[in-house]
């Protein structure tokens, strides 16, 4: 109470002011609520201090005050209060009830009393029950505002959940009064609430003697009048309810007590047969949740009503293409009309499943002894084998199959019921006789195929029982020898079964297959089938075993002979995996014998087979998918193909035998695509990995010849991946070991070896070795290759042997135009060491080191090349003289180092490091040396000097594009680059201003264009955030450059990017701002891009840049609308379909503009 | 005008579903009757809120393109005889391929022989009212197509 009291009484005059604006009594209401939360003022002096606000006549300020008092209380919710306090606050908003004008206030109040927790002082129960009390006989609900209503709702529901006991007590009263208060409300907002009064109310009251029951007419006669939910609010509105939500809660309503079930269930049978598809969706989910929820002895009476209602949504509602199952049409299949057909068979399930009295099931019963489904199953039992099945019949078809097969799913009995009735006479239509003896099936008819209909229902039968076996917990036997009829019967046919099955697969043809659909239903059927045989658990199979292994030869010869029908023989490789598995998954180890023996054993040897008959794609396929079933079989796989693969390998590089290499490729794509995958996801992959890349190591030791040759280039890229693959992969100690190896392989390279002079080791020091100095044979250059990937993979932990010589030879190489040693350099210095300790490692660079030297190098070598040596050139300056000397010869290591310096650039920028700006910096002098001056004072320079200088401007500008852009190949996230954050920003943000301004000094125009060919680059490549963030300052420069640029075709793939970065400027609206005032060049620079000649992606993108600028402000563009149209109706004839397309789009959007 | 609708009771045929042309990169496309087609399609009809090719004036059939004369022939077949629309029909038909193709081609649209008992008076002839008409049905595609 030191403080000075006026400075909260103005707070108060300010809320009670409604003048003022929201915002600032929002903030004068916390303003006193700190103040009472830090005990600078007592709730009670408070109180005593506003009161006159709280007992004055005028009506406008005493509710004002309250509502003061109210928010302030909402405020203080974890604030603890004595309980004389809050009992007297308590009286106080009970009274204020009564008094409608200051309602809002005293609601809030009640509220923020009612919702305080016990640990901070709450509201005793007596004192509820008189708010309630009071609540009940005050309040008109009905006849407030929305949002005074939704008050309402929220106090009786925080009674109701908080202080269940103390209302009970009113009883009929409170039931009565919610039903008038919730009565014809229409806001989602409340309804959401008044759905869950009910709800709890019901939970309030549970007796069947309770109040709710004797209002459960009255509550539900409320509650169905909004069923089913209509309700069309736009989806972007505040409220933030949607249609499912209100649906939900209504749901949880009419479920909440079993009083209602007289009411509720005609209605939802009754709206079942609406003709609106919603209201038809919502009966079901609801009767779902009902049947559930109001317990057996009250659902029973209904079944027969609920049964019939069911089968027709189902009979009527099935879809018909599910029959085809093949993955195109699975992706669309949620329309309306399914989502009914799937709902109407949930709730089948939890009928058969719910309605079940003493050991009688009625759903079941109708469902055998219903004749319309007698009829179905007659018809379309019978439904031929042809082509003709008409869409009806296929509809009738999988709805009787659904009925029948979520029947026999829902329990033993039920299985029993339906098996014992349908099997039979589907094994008659099928001409399949019962016999124990596994020849005895009837192969009469080999050709033709099955009856589709009864076969597609047969499998539906076996399929769901398999499933309710595999579903019901206890795998004892004795479960089936209590239902000994049908399982002898199931035993009997099953032999039969496979083998006419079987034969029916065999025997189609494969033309068949390949040109209709049917051919397609009926494989995909046949191998359904044979799959489910063969994949009953452990004692359950019913099959004998030589029928068993009948099924795998089958599919085994499907797999080896019918491989030309890839539609087959992918389902049937397919369906062996799934047998694999499934052996796999419940350890059979008896059945897994004979897998081994038939499938795997055979897809082995057809896999060391050099045979030509079975494609090398397919026999990969088959035996990487063998390989996913398990750990086991993953491990044979993984060696079967390291053999093949090192064996091939030394085919072509010890053999000289090219023509492997075309076998070695796929090996290799499959070994790293899908055997590496399989293993990163299993876990195993350490191991695997680190053993094969040793073993390649181990092999390349070996190689001998190389030729260069088209095949050998591709297989060395695949190599190289693959090596990449496996060391980014593995954890830090089998990296490093990997790395020793390669190392000591690349020490055998001749030009390291002991005669070879100018790297022997003990000369290194200091020595500068040129790159044309060396003469590299292709065995050499394949090691480095190798060993670059392996040095990008690495992790930045895994130390590097001899740092200095691979810096050298990397190096070396780097000028010799090898992009893998540059790559690596730049991995090198992306990951580098921070803090090396001297001490430690007396010979170990430092970064700064590291990039010194490379960068003398670089520029050193090519100096001496050409002959203007110098010793040594520490400082910055000399440097950059240097590089202007470069210009004047036309060593082709020149650029060669110009793309080395982009990627270590690349590698530095990533990890943030400063020396960037130097390599940008030497980069950059490249772009603007003038080549004429040079001329004019070198008199012996040769004509073509210019274009050695052109080409070299070019890479230098292509130089940012390597530094910006994301690389597949190294510096990423698989390999383990450094990345900082926003690295491409920074970058762009730094070089955007020397760019722009060397644009604008520069003289010549061939200096010119390839100044906007590198801030092409940066631009395109740099988020398109940070470009439109500057659009005002790099659009005329964008504009020049898309002008320049043009007029070479190679420059299309470039002009393409700049266009989507027009784009994007153009859907921003900082950036419209900068096209506005540039709106004559950016038009008429599109236009002449509408006829751009190379590229027709250009030209459609142009023609869309105009189409979203005619939305811009009329008076801006409207001067240039006859400009454009002219041109774009001449793009109506363009060449290309999609150009037309988009002109016609134009020039509608800037015809009707006017 | 007449009071009631010329033919109140029209047959409707299903819309023929579009396919999304395989596009190759490299060869140019020639316009061809399909896109004709496509770009009058969706022309509303002005008695019925059906497109022209729902109500089977329109055929891919019925249209022939001679890219090298720059000739874009379509023959429309009105639902009924008597139909007083044929001309607005027409007109629709012209304006929508005046926009859509280059100015160079010339089009030519006829009534289908025997389908009309005024054959002779062909399309360019007009009537004030029919133009109303006219921006009406053009309204209702150009809001149906680029909404």
Redo the contacts between chains.
Sequence with gaps: MDKKPSSWISHIEAFVDSSRPPKQQAANVDAIAALVKNDLLTLEALVRDMELYLTTSDHSIRARGILLLAEILNCLMSKPLDGASISSLVEFFTSKLADWQVLRGALIGCLALLRRKKNVGMVKSSEARAVAESYLMNVQVQSLAVHDRKLCFEVLQCLLEVYPEAVEMLGDDLVYGICEAIDEEKDPRCLMLTFHLVEILARVFPDSSGSVASFAGDLFDILSRYFPIYFTHPRSDDLDITREELSMALMHAFCSTPFFEPFAIPLLLEKLSSSLPLAKLDSLKYLNNCIQHYGTDRMIKHAKAIWSNLKDVILNHSPHKTLFSTSELAGNMESEENQIAKEALICLQTAILHLDSLEKNPILSFIVEDEDIEMKFGLVSNEGTGTGISIESRRQLSAVGNILSVSSKASMSGCTRVFQKFFPRLMNILEISASSSSNGCNTNNGTSSLNFGALYLCIQLLASFRELILTSQDFSPQVITVQDGWWCMLQHFSGPLAHALGSALMGARSSELVNNNTGHEHAIYEVKGLQVLATFPGCYLPTSEDVYEYILVIFMSIATERFEDAFLWKLSVKALIEIGSFIEKYHDSYRGISFNRIVVERIVSLFQQDDSTMPLALKLDAISEIGTIGVDYMSRVIKLLEEAILSKFLAVCVEGRLEAAEILVPLLECYSNRVLLWCYTSGNFDEVAMQFALCIWNQMESITIFDKDAKIQDLFDRMMTTMKLLVGGCAEENQSLIVRKAYSVLLSTSFLSEESLPFSSSKLEGLQVTPDFVNLSWRDEWIVSLFASVVIALLPQTPLPDVKLLLNVLTTFLLKGHLPAAQALASMVNKWHVNIDKSEVPNAYTLDEAIEMILERSLLSVQSSSNLGKSDLLNKDERMLSCLCLLNNNSSFQSNAVVGLAWIGKGLLMRGHEKVKEIAMLLLQYLLSNPYKELHSDASGSGDSLDVHTSLATSAADAFHVILSDSEVCLNKNFHAMIRPLYKQRFFSSMMPVLLSSIKQSCSSSMRVALYRAFAHVISDAPLAAVVAEAKKILPSLMDSLAMLSEDVLNKDLIYSLLLVLSGILMDDNGKEAIIENINTVISDLIRLIFYPHMMLVRETAIQCLVAMSALPHARIYPMRPQVLRAVSKALDDRKRVVRQEAVRCRQAWVSMA | MTLGLINANPVVHAKKERVA?A?D?HA??A?DPL?VFD?VRDIRDPEHPYSLEQLSVLSEESITVDEKLGCIQITFTPTVQYCSMATVIGLCLRVKLM??????CKVDINVTPGSHADEESGEDRTCPTSETILVDSLGAY?ASS?G
Excluded: A, G, L, W
């Design positions: 042309r596009e990169s140019d496309n316009v896109d770009s926009q859509c193709f280059p100015p160079h150009r680029t």
